[in-house]
């Protein structure tokens, strides 16, 4: 399995203000996927991150609300701009375990708190 | 469209009990992954298990054993003999196979506890 490390753990930041969440894989990985995940709520996937092109979002999530960067095959960046209360949540990044494999494993999360 | 429900939204079980999580899905796929991941209260998504659609036989891990059934489109995951740190979030969820497609679909969630 991959480990996966997030930066930061947690945040508490203001309303309109911009926030960038790191995570890094201990391997090369193609896919990273980011989730959204509200309090008590279930996980919702955001976008995916392929490195060498422009990352996929699903519906309801737009580039200029979440830009994602995946400059390598071990790092991706998710930001969430110019954020209002109703962005609080825990972001999780995710990643394919294998080329072949189908198991997928997740970050620690970020928990975001927006006031 | 896929989805996954779970309909059991929570379950209060005392110490040693057995308790089955119920897990239904939706897919047109005829090939499809199927996982159990378990939230604690730290928040942590812990991976328990992946079943591909066309392996029915159900698995035994300790004190775990899931039910996969494809005529009634459910995969069940059952705890035997209960323990408090067993209590958490149990998510199951659903990936299609088509291309390079991986995302999972997740199921609500149960939240589990158990009382000591």
């Known amino acids: 399995s991959a480990v996966i490390s997030q930066k930061p753990s947690r945040d508490i930041c203001q309303r309109g203000t911009s926030l960038t969440i790191q995570c890094q894989v201990d391997?090369?990985?193609?896919?990273m996927f980011w989730y959204r995940q509200q309090p008590g709520q279930s996980l919702t996937l955001i976008a995916t991150?392929?490195?060498?092109?422009?990352?996929?979002?699903e519906s309801g999530f737009v580039i200029d609300k979440f830009p994602i960067s995946r400059p390598n095959l071990t790092f991706s960046t998710l930001t969430v701009s110019n954020m209002s209360p109703e962005d609080s949540s825990i972001y999780l990044c995710?990643?394919?375990?294998?080329?072949?494999?189908?198991?997928?494993?997740f970050g620690p999360g970020t928990r975001l708190t927006v006031t | 469209a896929q989805k996954v429900t779970q309909a059991q939204t929570e379950i209060s079980v005392v110490e040693k009990e057995d308790v089955t999580l119920d897990c239904v899905y939706e897919?047109?796929?005829?090939?499809?992954?199927l996982f159990w991941y378990k939230q604690p209260p730290s928040g942590e998504l812990v991976f328990l298990i992946r079943?591909?659609?066309?392996?029915?036989q159900n698995e035994i891990s300790g004190r775990y054993s899931w039910n996969f059934q494809k005529s009634t489109s459910s995969f069940n995951f059952t705890i035997t003999a209960s323990q408090v740190v067993d209590s958490a979030v149990y998510f199951c969820?659903?990936?299609?196979?088509?291309?390079?497609?991986?995302?999972?679909?997740f199921g609500s969630g149960t939240q589990l506890t158990v009382l000591p």
């Open positions: 969820a659903l990936s299609q196979s088509s291309g390079s497609a991986r995302q999972l679909t």
């Open positions: 897919t047109r796929d005829t090939t499809y992954y």
């Open positions: 995710s990643v394919v375990g294998a080329a072949r494999s189908y198991e997928q494993y």
């Open positions: 391997s090369q990985v193609t896919m």
């Open positions: 079943r591909n659609s066309f392996d029915e």
């Open positions: 991150a392929n490195q060498g092109s422009e990352a996929t979002y």
